[in-house]
């Protein structure tokens, strides 16, 4: 029974690594969610709530990443609050619209058009934009950084 728990569980961690990626899918939860599945299937014999709680602790860690990234970006690369809620419209508007490529696009282009109704320059402006893809791959690296270790840290606790 604990063979088929860690399939689905591994199953789960392929896809919430993919969802860091590709952003149809929540990352980091769905890893979570394959060590529960896990847990469930061998009654959770190796899994201790405590696991689960720092688990869950690391999931909220890669939320707090992609936020923080996109913000620290957007302050170096001097964007101002409406490049901020430029960010943060044009992410929601082209994932909606665009799909997977609207979480590239489009909180570069937000971040571009909240800069010019700022009144900034138009290549001030276009740098803050380029800044926040900076943000959004620094963010996703240390977002998969933590998500290996989580899987790293269940194999580890499983494997003991």
Do not use: N
Not at 87 to 111: C, D, Q, R, S
Request: glycine share 16%; charged share 5%; proline share 4%.
């Amino acid at each position: 029974m604990s063979t088929l728990g860690l399939i689905i569980a591994c199953v789960f961690f392929v896809a919430g690594l993919a969802g860091t990626v590709l952003p149809v899918l929540p990352g980091a939860p769905l890893i979570w969610v394959g060590m529960l599945i896990y847990g469930l299937f061998t009654g959770f014999q190796h899994l201790s709530w405590l696991f689960y709680v720092i688990q869950a602790l690391a999931v909220l860690l890669t939320f707090f990443l992609d936020y923080a990234a996109g913000a620290w970006a957007v302050s170096r690369y001097g964007g101002s609050r409406f490049a901020v809620w430029g960010t943060i419209i044009g992410t929601v508007i082209g994932i909606i619209f665009f799909g997977p490529l609207g979480i590239i696009f489009g909180p570069l282009v937000g971040a571009v058009g909240g800069e010019l109704i700022a009144r900034r320059a138009p290549l001030m402006a276009l740098k803050v934009g380029l800044g926040t893809l900076v943000g959004l791959i620094g963010g996703t690296i240390l977002k998969l950084i933590v998500e290996m270790g989580m899987i790293v840290w269940f194999f580890m606790v499983i494997w003991r």
